[in-house]
């Protein structure tokens, strides 16, 4: 599902996609990082290095208390150039969802977890801040001797097993100037769904909001 959302004035779209991931547990929380980092490393190369359509390309994944997980790709992108990046956004997670990942890859975005883990760790407040996190997300002090053998255990069919629920049921928003969006989108043959976002933001106004708002 593609949605579209106008925004006039402005010469850059900014494209997201999210899907859902496997459900993922404790014993998971290295596996969606890893995955995040192998579709954010696809994002940047080519969307940034290789077109060179827009300054910031990433993509991550998360999970909540109960198992639900997600993974979604961004970058702000020059307008005409939407249906490209919506193409490559569909065509890099795909692939990624075959395995189709460069062993160093997957070995680089381990060693920037592990480095980033322990550098997260360096004063109170940073190491405060971790255990508060753990305990939000309903994990306890024993988490922190699991994590380190977690990462190092990550392997390409882990990031295919988490990956396997997200292909073809993507959710795609573009926000940017809509008739380009549009013919971009044609050219690329994605059917998408206009949002008018301003009928459905008044129609929660009583009349006196809505007096001010119009203004």
């Known amino acids: 599902q593609i949605l579209l959302f106008d925004k006039e004035g402005v010469n850059q779209s900014e494209v997201w996609l999210y899907c859902q991931g496997a459900p ?12 995040g980092g192998v579709l954010s490393e696809r994002a940047w190369d080519i969307l940034r ?5 827009t300054y910031g390309a990433f ?14 790709t961004r970058g702000l992108v ?3 150039a939407t249906g490209f990046a919506v ?22 975005v381990k ?5 980033s883990y322990v550098l997260g760790h360096q004063s109170g407040s940073d190491l405060l801040q971790t255990i508060q996190g753990n305990q939000a997300a309903g994990r306890d002090l024993s988490f ?6 977690q990462l190092g255990n990550v392997e390409i069919e882990d990031v295919v097993a988490f990956m396997e629920p ?3 049921h993507e959710v795609v928003t573009i926000v940017g100037p809509i008739e380009t969006s549009k013919s971009e989108l044609d050219k690329y043959g994605y059917s998408y769904e206009e949002v008018d976002w301003e009928s459905m933001y008044e129609a929660q106004l009583d009349k006196k909001e809505l007096k001010k708002y119009l203004k």
């Open 166 to 168: 997200c292909v073809g």
């Open 59 to 72: 993509a991550f994944a998360g999970s909540y208390p109960g198992g639900a997980s997600f993974m979604a």
């Open 49 to 53: 290095e290789q077109e060179g359509l």
């Open 87 to 108: 193409d490559a956004m569909f065509k890099y997670f795909e692939q990624t969802a075959k395995g189709e990942i460069n062993p160093e890859t997957l070995a680089s």
């Open 111 to 115: 060693w920037t977890r592990a480095r």
């Open 24 to 35: 993922a547990g404790h014993e998971d929380v290295a596996t969606v990082q890893v995955a």
């Open 144 to 149: 922190f001797d699991e994590y380190p053998q």
């Open 78 to 80: 020059q307008s005409g």
